[in-house]
């Protein structure tokens, strides 16, 4: 039966004001790794888009230092999931949801934790490159110091651009050329770009929604070598259609299913290796191995 009751309140939880945190710079020189890494919890997370409930009741941990693939058909509520991480459910409007999402054992959505500060801690890398088209490279990845409220000075920023563009795998490509605008980048690259701008406020977790979709199998295995790299750096958590990309990429992988008549849940989490080779529900067996999805 479908879900017509209205959700207990709406996703916009805070009534704080969104100013700019003081935070300070990472430290140098560029290649330092974060002195520790943060993991993900949600509990009984429930999400609506107005009177349509579109997940129900999923609690999951997405382990710190490790990479974690959220697989399953289209509209089974991953992509919704995963903006949930990081406060973006909230943007849309009639958008609601109840439960708990926990970063390093604080909830994001508790009162007073301010939806900029969630999003800096916790980025996010869109389906689409969007990088700024007219922006310079340089000026792509300092965005995000701005956008922050994040003060730097001229030799901190050169440190910063160069350390993110490093992670992200682009540096030895662009390095010449930072004053090139970032709309005159391959779709791969300005994928990079964007992950070279998320990086560039050291968050803790990097949500990635299908990143390679929109790419070529060229710039979909060079994306895929950066998130391996960047493992060591931040926890990520990707959503993918991709079954040998959620193979090659994760360590830990959740499928999520729904039916005309339920909303998204997990049916079954855990190891990468296992999801794929001995799955314990016969549904996940179907879907990665494509019998239907």
């Not at 009162?111 to 007219?134: H, K, L």
């Not at 710039?219 to 040998?244: D, F, G, P, Y």
Request: glycine letters at 8%; hydrophobic letters at 35%; one cysteine or more.
């Amino acid at each position: 039966m479908t879900e017509t009751a209205q959700p207990p309140f709406p996703a916009q939880k805070s009534g704080a004001q969104d100013d700019p945190p003081t935070i300070p710079l990472p430290p140098l020189p560029a290649d330092s790794p974060p002195p520790g890494l943060s993991g993900l919890e949600t509990r009984d997370v429930t999400a609506w888009f107005g009177a349509r409930k579109v997940l129900e009741r999923v609690s999951f941990t997405m382990r710190a230092g490790e990479i974690t693939a959220l697989i399953g058909p289209s509209g089974c509520g991953k992509s919704t999931y995963l903006r949930i991480l990081n406060r973006m459910h909230e943007m849309v409007r009639g958008a609601a949801l109840a439960g708990e999402v926990l970063l390093a054992g604080e909830d994001v959505y508790a009162p007073g934790r301010r939806p900029a500060e969630v999003r800096r801690r916790i980025g996010m890398v869109f389906q689409r490159p969007n990088p700024f088209p007219a922006m310079s490279l340089y000026d792509n990845v300092v965005s995000g110091l701005k956008l922050s409220g994040i003060r730097a000075t001229r030799e901190e920023r050169d440190h910063l651009v160069e350390s993110s563009l490093r992670q992200a795998g682009l540096w030895s490509e662009v390095s010449n050329r930072l004053g090139t605008p970032g709309g005159a980048l391959s779709g791969g690259q300005q994928q990079r770009l964007c992950i070279a701008r998320s990086l560039a406020v050291s968050p803790e977790i990097l949500l990635m929604d299908e990143p390679c979709s929109a790419l070529d199998p060229t710039s979909t295995r060079r994306i895929e070598e950066t998130i391996a790299e960047l493992r060591h750096r931040v926890t990520i958590v990707i959503v993918t259609h991709n079954m040998q990309q959620a193979q090659r990429v994760s360590q830990s992988c959740a499928f999520f299913l729904a039916t005309h008549d339920t909303p998204g849940r997990i049916v079954e989490s855990g190891p990468t290796e296992r999801l794929f080779t001995d799955p314990a529900d016969p549904r996940t067996a179907d879907y990665v191995n494509g019998r239907f999805g």
